[in-house]
């Protein structure tokens, strides 16, 4: 019944389809509901499961293509397909939703409203990850926002209507740049070149046939690849968040009821990185391989800086969200670090920059386990003495030991602790920036220094010290059987990621190897402008 | 004697044989307003209620504009010039009819149901609004320069009275003193502007306008040229008369005060109905420049630049001046500025790509593209404005405001409501998976590429593309009242029946969805109809 082509479609749509049963429940039916909902996150993670058992190892191309015409005058296609980088990412994301919708049992209000948008939610992102038509996926990315918009909105924190619209402007600003990138590709492709490519008169929607397109370097001009990439980039930017587009992130997540914060840190920004790996780069590798050096100065100013706001923070929740900034500066550092050979434009040392990208594959994973494990654990705390001012605390080692015990091994996952999985993407970027620039390189290195200092501040000033010095203390209670399954389930990823990364590896490293090989001939297939430019970089 | 015997043979033969039978609709919805003040009259017929006979009148003339529609397509029926070439008889004119029509019922079942006009006032109120119905339906179907003021004036005589109907209260006297004097004005100039094109061709013909012109245009002959100069000034004025009936910035004034003082379904009405009718005609009018020398077509390029920087200047600053508004009322006749200056976008771009240089095969593709943005927008908007506007009235009857400080919270007491404001709020917006956001690509589109014919339509695609982001701000107000705001205490209670209304609401509202997800139908109808506007096949 479930082959790799339907498979993809029914974890796209099983969300909605609980979603909508779920119209059907009695209001007071708060119990039922909660556990209809989880079965629906159950169900998809599961169908992910089966995905991976129809993979074929060692092919890293596209498997499990589907083509059905949707809107046909537009060449636009239902077009879903998944390699070792979207598998990974969908495995990781239905994770994330089965472990955030067991911590949404104590959402209390509007509860058949909250678990109808998540699982709304959970459909635009899978549908993400599958869609190979640009078309679709801007559909499913624009989707993503209504739900969210509403889940911060309504079950945020004191500031939530503020932070709900941030995000919601960021998001679409940076999708109507999409918007118009899509259609300089669309008229882009309509040339009588591109026909040959796509078999069709009129523009494409299809993401590989643009790749192949961009490719062959002579239907894209190098004006069109460096516009496009410069909208593209800053679409994908903003979700991920990069340095000067991050600020809607530190809003979004503080004022975010905990297990939105941890989607949205689990599963939304990898989203972002998701974009640039699928579309931006194989769609404009002249554009790419221009602004390469751009790209790792941001991410490494993006690690840097979040290292440091996170370590200004007294609010916990919020430190754990510039946390997210510096992380995911690793993951634009590691895809971006591209050195080209000069004299033939070819890529020199590519064999560093696919390290560099498995390094960004698996930045985006482990943070994908750790971070939300963080801001669980901030949430745990948070549900009993309800603040989160990090000087307020202190002595739950002692009040809580379970529980710290569990923080503690998160916190470090986050922090890079060799053996956890934070630190396996950290060393392959670092080591694949020294390729591209030693300076780089050395700056990024001393992220993981100041990551270490502020996690091990806030470690001390929580958990350590003698007593618990701010408000209720008489509310510190154990952590319930529930948390502490929640709390076991992040762990355990942390734990064998950390010891056998191959987990990861095994799946994207052959499709990166086919995706650095293609970036590589395009760039060296598109004409260049004129050679002086190229020769001064 | 003889031949002028055998003229009037002719012309009655035409008329009787031809014209009529063509002309039906537009009868029925005569015999429909004679027979609701004859049933005034009449003791007997008195206690008939004006809206069944309004409604019945105007589900014949939906049906045989449907079937007039059906038999072009199929080709049974052919395109003519009617009444000795005062109308048009085309599959675009039959489009635009069938819609008015469609809207026409749509909008007497919603008097229906929010009980405006009470049983004393229907007869006035459903001939008032059949006939303002009607001056719409010769404005689409215009074929001649009289017929374009007489249409004008047909849908703006009865509109006045109808958004002063709401007796004994200030505000709607003034909207609708406001808005003859202003129509007065836009009228007056616009029948300047017409006398002056038809002094100088010496004929009221739309399709001769082009070729008369030609005549009387040298070659070469720039601004400073006195016919070139009066053609221009002409072109303008009639200009004016349509951006009044669009309410495009700078001849919005009226706008939001009329909208304001008219009860909402008057203003649903306004804002969708006579938007088509002027677009109709807008279109014709752009197209009657075809046909001439390469010094008229220039004229015509030139005016179509002017166009887009008036779109682009009425949709930023309905979308700004929307923001600071707190009566939805009037937020939304400021979001009908807006819109109206998306539609534009797509009449600048079809005069661009049809008067440019280098025409071509693929400009005239484009040109299509265009008339079918325009007419996914109108489709799409009449369901998301009247389903807005719809919502509205409904909520009046029962809190008596439209403030929308009033409709905090409101989401707790009618969801139904709510959600149908969502989907027409989110398709307003622009986001996928609504229809607004693909009759908005489609028009992007057409506009991004006149950009490769000039430099200035990137302003105008930039324009657009801001105000999408722009739209966002005052939109979600609406959202953010009803669904994050706590309904207070003792406010009053929204309670409604849902079987006739809910379900007229989601009737309503549900289309902006499936115009979203399944455009593929309506898309390829559209592009028929622009094909046989623009090339005859």
């Known amino acids: 019944m479930f082959t790799a082509e339907t498979l993809t479609s029914w974890i796209i749509f099983v969300p909605t389809i609980f979603a909508f049963f779920l119209v059907f429940f009695e209001k007071k039916a708060v119990e039922a509901m909660r556990v209809f909902a989880l079965a629906g996150t159950v169900v998809t993670f599961f169908l992910s499961l089966a995905l991976i058992g129809q993979f074929t190892a060692g092919d890293g191309g596209m498997q499990g293509l589907v083509k059905k015409e949707w809107i046909a005058s537009w060449n636009i296609n239902y077009q879903l397909g998944y390699d070792g980088i979207s598998l990974t990412l969908v495995v990781l994301s239905a994770f994330v939703f089965l472990v955030s919708m067991l911590a949404s049992w104590g959402i209390e209000k509007h509860v058949k409203g909250y678990l109808i948008l998540f699982l709304i939610l959970e459909t635009g992102v899978m549908g993400v990850f599958f869609a190979l038509d640009f078309f679709l996926f801007y559909v499913f990315w624009e989707v993503m926002l209504l739900p969210m918009y509403f889940l911060i909105g309504v079950w945020g924190g004191p500031r939530r209507e503020y932070a709900a619209i941030k995000f919601f402007l960021y998001t679409l600003a940076g999708g109507v740049l999409m918007l118009i990138a899509l259609l300089m590709y669309y008229f882009g492709s309509a040339t009588p070149e591109a026909m040959a490519i796509t078999g069709h008169s009129g523009g494409s929607f299809d993401l590989l046939k643009l790749a192949e397109m961009a490719q062959s370097g002579k239907i894209f001009s190098p004006g069109l690849q460096v516009a496009g990439f410069i909208l593209l980039f800053i679409g994908f930017a903003i979700k991920v968040p990069t340095f000067p587009f991050h600020t809607w992130l530190p809003d979004a997540h503080v004022e975010a009821p905990t297990p939105i914060s941890m989607i949205l840190a689990g599963v939304l920004l990898k989203l972002g990185g998701y974009g640039i790996i699928r579309i931006a780069f194989p769609l404009c590798p002249y554009g790419a391989q221009v602004g390469a050096y751009a790209l790792v100065a941001i991410g490494v100013i993006s690690i840097i800086y979040g290292a440091f706001a996170a370590l200004a923070q007294t609010d916990f929740k919020r430190m754990v969200a510039y946390s997210s900034v510096s992380h995911m500066g690793y993951v634009l550092l590691g895809i971006a670090v591209w050195k080209i050979s000069e004299v033939t434009g070819a890529a020199e040392g590519r064999d560093y920059w696919l390290m560099g990208m498995n390094g960004a594959m698996f930045q985006m994973i482990a943070h994908g386990v750790s971070s939300p494990g963080m801001f669980f654990m901030v949430g745990v705390i948070y549900d009993r003495v309800h603040h989160r001012d990090l000087n307020q605390f202190g002595g739950l080692s002692g009040l809580m030991p379970n529980y710290s015990g569990m923080a503690a091994v998160i916190f470090f996952a986050g922090l890079g602790l060799p053996g956890l999985c934070g630190f396996i993407g950290e060393v392959f970027v670092v080591l694949s920036a020294w390729n591209y620039s030693k300076t780089l390189a050395i700056v990024s290195a001393g992220g993981v220094i100041l990551t270490a200092g502020y996690i091990l501040w806030a470690l001390q000033r929580v958990y350590l010290g003698p007593v618990y010095k701010g408000p209720h203390p008489e509310a510190i209670t154990p952590m319930t059987s529930r948390e502490q399954a929640i709390g076991w389930l992040l762990i355990v990823p942390c734990l064998v990621l950390g010891v056998y990364p191959n987990f990861v590896f095994n799946y994207t490293n052959d499709s990166l190897t086919k995706l650095v090989e293609t970036l590589d001939s395009g760039y060296q297939n598109t004409p260049k402008p004129n050679t002086v430019q190229t020769t001064q970089k | ?537």
């Open chain 2, 1 to 537: 004697m003889n031949e002028i015997g055998l003229l009037v043979q002719r012309l009655l033969d035409e008329t009787t044989k031809t014209s009529v039978g063509l002309f039906v609709p537009e009868l029925v919805l005569s015999g429909t307003i004679v027979a609701m003040l004859l049933c005034r009259i009449l003791p007997l017929l008195w206690r008939v209620p004006a809206q069944w006979i309004a409604l019945l009148g105007a589900f014949t003339a939906f049906a045989w504009t449907l079937c007039q529609f059906d038999q072009l397509v199929g080709g049974t029926l052919q395109a003519k010039e009617i009444f000795t070439g005062l109308l048009m008889f085309d599959q675009f004119a039959t489009f635009f009819r069938m819609f008015l029509c469609l809207f026409l019922i749509l909008t007497i079942t919603l008097t229906v149901l929010s009980g405006i006009p009470d049983r004393e006032d229907g007869p006035d109120f459903y001939t008032l609004l059949l006939g303002a119905t009607l001056g719409m339906m010769i404005m689409a179907s215009a074929n001649h320069l009289l017929m374009v003021f007489l249409g004008v004036e047909m849908a703006s005589v009865p509109s006045y009275a109808m958004v002063g109907f709401l007796k004994g209260r200030k505000k709607s006297s003034e909207a609708a003193l406001k808005y003859v004097v202003y129509g007065a004005g836009a009228a007056g100039v616009m029948l300047y502007g017409i006398s002056l094109l038809a002094g100088l061709t010496g004929t009221g013909s739309l399709p001769e306008i082009g070729h008369r012109l030609s005549l009387i245009v040298s070659q070469g002959a720039g601004i400073g040229d006195p016919i070139v100069r009066t053609i221009v000034l002409a072109s303008l004025m009639v200009l004016v008369g349509l951006a009044f009936k669009l309410s495009v910035f700078p001849f919005h004034f009226w706008c939001p005060d009329v909208f304001e003082g008219a009860a909402a379904e008057v203003a649903g009405f306004l804002s969708v109905a006579s938007k088509a009718g002027a677009f109709a005609l807008l279109v014709r009018f752009g197209l009657a420049f075809s046909g001439g020398s390469a010094a008229v077509s220039e004229i015509a390029f030139a005016l179509g630049i002017g166009i887009g920087v008036l779109a682009a200047a009425a949709a930023t600053f309905g979308n700004l001046s929307a923001y600071g508004q707190t009566n939805i009322k009037r937020m939304l006749a400021y979001s009908t500025i807006a819109h109206a200056g998306y539609m534009l976008m797509a009449v600048s771009a079809l005069m661009v790509m049809k008067y440019s240089k280098h025409g071509g095969a693929e400009s005239t593709a484009v040109t299509l593209s265009c008339i079918e943005g325009l007419i996914y927008y109108l489709f799409v908007y009449l369901f998301m404005n009247l389903g807005a506007f719809a919502i509205v009235a409904l909520v009046r009857n029962q809190i008596f405001s439209e403030e929308i400080d009033d409709y905090n919270g409101l989401a707790t007491q009618c969801p139904l409501l709510c959600f149908c404001m969502a989907l027409c709020i989110f398709s307003l917006i622009g986001l996928p998976p609504m229809g607004g956001f693909f009759a908005k690509l489609v028009i992007f589109a057409s506009v991004f590429k006149a950009t490769s014919v000039h430099w200035a339509m990137w302003f105008v695609l930039g324009a657009g593309a801001i105000n999408t982001v722009f739209g966002l701000f005052y939109y979600i107000r609406i959202l953010k009242a009803m669904y994050l705001k706590p309904r207070p205490d003792g406010a009053r209670k929204v309670s409604y029946d849902l079987m006739p209304v809910g379900l007229f609401v989601l009737m309503i509202c549900l289309p902006t969805l499936g115009l979203g997800v399944l455009p593929a139908r309506f898309t390829e109808t559209f592009n028929n109809v622009a094909s046989v506007l623009l090339t005859g096949r």
